[in-house]
Each structure stands twice: as structure tokens, then as C-alpha cells.
């Protein structure tokens, strides 16, 4: 695997494809970016060889799966919690869908997905049980949701 692959235009587009519709032909993305089906699929060849690719997924709408509240939670620990106990205090919630140490006042901040607002409080209650688990703070409101790609792509065309 190549340390570093350079992405060309060509390339970007097909990995923006992709991410909408990672079972598009490569008959239909070459079609969108005028090259052949051959050509664009020596592209995606050469994209997961060099380990820019990692995988085709189903990308799943949680609401129509009965998690319609998503949430961040900054969670603030007690004392001089370590990043080994934080996993395992929020291993032990399902509904923790994320869960990242930060710097700054908080210790972790955490992509909660519930039921509803009941079921967000209830698993903020067992959150906030835990022994290590001084507080938490919640951010409700949701901005756009954009694939990672699509934002790198956007900021590769303002800084060029």
C-alpha cells in the first residue's frame, strides 16, 4: 500500500458517488464523470488497493429504525479518569453510538441515539450513575449531515 495517494478531480468525484450510492454501476459513475466503465472501475481498483477505499456499506436511517433522538453528550469525569475506563463505562450503554476523549473541561464526548426523549433521559440518568461520572451536557440541535469526503472536498476547493 502507497504511503499517500494524490486525488485528482476525477478521483474525487468517484469517491462522492460512491459515498451517496456505493452500489452505483460503474457504467452510471462513468456516465457523471465522462469516462467508461473499464476506466472508472481501474480507478476504484486503484483506490481500495492503496487503502483510500476501506469498504462498501449500507448506510442505515436510524429513525426508521426507532432511533429518532441523536444527541452529543460532553461527559465530565471525576478525578483522573483514564480513556481505558471511559470506554468501559460507555461499553456498558447501548445507546452510545460514539464516543471520543477530548481535551478541555469535558472528558468525552459521546453520539448518543435513542427512542425518544424519555429513553434519552433514562440512559442520561444511568450515564450520570456511573461511579466515575461527575456530570454530563447535552446538545440537542443536528446541522446538516454531510459525508467526511464531501467536506474535504469542499475544503480542498476553497483553499485552492
Not at 475506563?85 to 447501548?94: M, P, Y
Not at 440541535?141 to 459525508?147: D, R
Given at each position: 500500500m502507497e504511503d499517500s495517494l494524490r486525488l485528482d478531480g476525477l478521483d474525487r468525484r468517484i469517491v462522492a458517488r460512491l459515498e451517496r450510492n456505493a452500489r452505483s454501476s460503474f457504467a452510471t459513475i462513468g456516465a457523471e464523470v465522462g469516462l467508461s466503465a473499464p476506466a472508472v472501475k481501474r480507478r476504484v481498483d486503484r483506490l481500495v488497493e492503496s487503502g483510500v477505499i476501506t469498504g462498501f456499506h449500507a448506510a442505515l436511517d436510524p429513525r426508521a429504525l426507532g432511533q429518532g433522538v441523536e444527541v452529543f453528550v460532553e461527559l465530565y469525569c471525576s478525578g483522573r479518569t483514564s480513556a481505558v475506563?471511559?470506554?468501559?463505562?460507555?461499553?456498558?450503554?447501548?445507546e452510545v453510538q460514539e464516543a471520543y476523549?477530548?481535551?478541555?473541561?469535558?472528558?468525552?464526548?459521546?453520539r448518543v441515539r435513542t427512542t425518544d426523549t424519555a429513553h434519552l433521559e433514562r440512559t442520561l440518568e444511568n450515564l450520570r450513575s456511573e461511579p466515575a461520572v461527575r456530570s454530563s451536557a447535552v446538545c440537542?440541535?443536528?446541522?446538516?449531515?454531510?459525508?467526511?469526503?464531501?467536506?474535504?472536498?469542499?475544503?480542498?476547493?476553497?483553499?485552492?
Open positions: 475506563e471511559i470506554a468501559r463505562i460507555v461499553s456498558r450503554h447501548t476523549t477530548v481535551t478541555g473541561d469535558a472528558n468525552a464526548l459521546l440537542m440541535s443536528t446541522a446538516p449531515s454531510w459525508t467526511t469526503f464531501e467536506i474535504v472536498c469542499r475544503t480542498w476547493s476553497r483553499s485552492s
